[in-house]
């Protein structure tokens, strides 16, 4: 069981363009049962104005998805930022096209990420890492890009943001990897999905939480017998009519799991 219930903010982008509808959707998102945000890469309006706007309706960052780039090799605008919004996860939404071509590639990137994340941990920080379906991609022998990420990446001082729709849509197990990961995992991204058949095609479709295939029963389970501290609810596209109902949707869903 879990207490507060977060959003990624990607969620609500297209309202997110100014502060003034950023101001309104937070109100909504707020009265819907959201009291945890996940930044989204991007502050149109100014990053201060984000934190103070989320503050006003009584919204926590618990992390963020950040310029790749910033984070390594801008150590000290990146530690004032997480600081003014009052969170030591500071993460990527994906990692970026250059590292996911090979095998050297990725270890280039794991390096990396592992060298930042040591200096990050000394201020009291932890670098996090998003997943998609592509680190499901074989790319050494039998292994995946998850697996090497999994052994790689130092759990010392960086931790797993997993996403459940994309884990499965890249053909793994769900809870098996919460496990594998148990201790990694501070935030917990919530997202179903189902197939939709199209021109003769079956298609990953991304969906409300509770309408779709994934058994959350298991993953909220997992979850809570591995320690999610943040579960964020994410969902990209695929919308009932706006972001607001699906949110609505999901937020129902997620209830009985709510203590």
Known sequence: ????????????????????????????????????????????????????LLQKHGISIIGTHYNYKEIVENFDKTVALHRLWGTTNVGIGGMPLEFRKDKDALREFIRTYNKAAERYAKEGFRLTYHNHAFEFVRIDGYKTMMDVLYEELDPATTSFVLDTCWVAAGGGDVTDWMEKLAGRIDILHLKDLYLKQEDGKNLPWMTEVGHGNLCFDKIMATAEKIGVKHYVVEQDANFMDTPFESLKSSAEFLKKYQK
């Open 1 to 52: 069981m879990f207490n507060k219930l977060g959003l990624q903010l990607y969620t609500i982008r297209d309202f997110m363009k100014d502060a003034e509808f950023a101001d309104l959707a937070f109100k909504k998102v707020a009265e819907l049962g959201y009291t945890e945000a996940h930044t989204a890469g991007f502050t149109p309006f100014g990053d201060e104005k984000l934190g103070v």
